[in-house]
């Protein structure tokens, strides 16, 4: 579970939009497990999801001409409680590797709240972000 494939999408600004590539993914059988979505300067947003079948996600969404691209991110499972975050994001800055974004998801069907991280050695800090996670729990 430290690493997963990430959808991301640059889609209009405009109403309804979102919920064609949701209702796109839903009618795939493609559960959302994390989501996040940033407005762009040129009127489009973009769209970062990880899936639980990005081959089948990508599938869908090209078939409906709403072409995505992949990346590999780093995930953590969190201990719930005060400084988790902190000292996760800490090791990752000790060892020199910059957090370019974050959000939030759930790990499939067991609920569990799961953290994305972009950054660029995604390796390294899935390795960083596992022991994180153990000296959290």
Request: a neutral charge; charged letters at 20%; one cysteine or more.
């Amino acid at each position: 579970m430290p690493t997963a494939r990430e959808l991301s999408i640059r889609m209009e600004d405009r109403p309804g939009v979102l919920g064609k590539i949701c209702t796109v993914l839903a009618a795939h059988g493609v559960n959302i497990l994390a989501f996040y979505a940033f407005p762009m300067p040129d009127k489009k947003n973009l769209v970062r999801l990880v899936v639980d079948n990005p081959t089948a996600a990508k599938k869908a969404l090209d078939s409906e001409g709403l072409p995505c691209t992949e990346a590999e991110v780093a995930q953590a499972r969190l201990a719930n409680r005060p400084g988790a975050l902190a000292q996760a994001a800490t090791k990752l800055g000790e060892a020199n590797i910059n957090i370019n974004y974050s959000y939030c998801g759930i790990e499939g069907s067991k609920g569990t709240p799961v953290l994305i991280f972009g950054v660029e050695d995604v390796g390294k800090a899935a390795k960083i972000l596992e022991q994180a996670a153990a000296a959290t729990a």
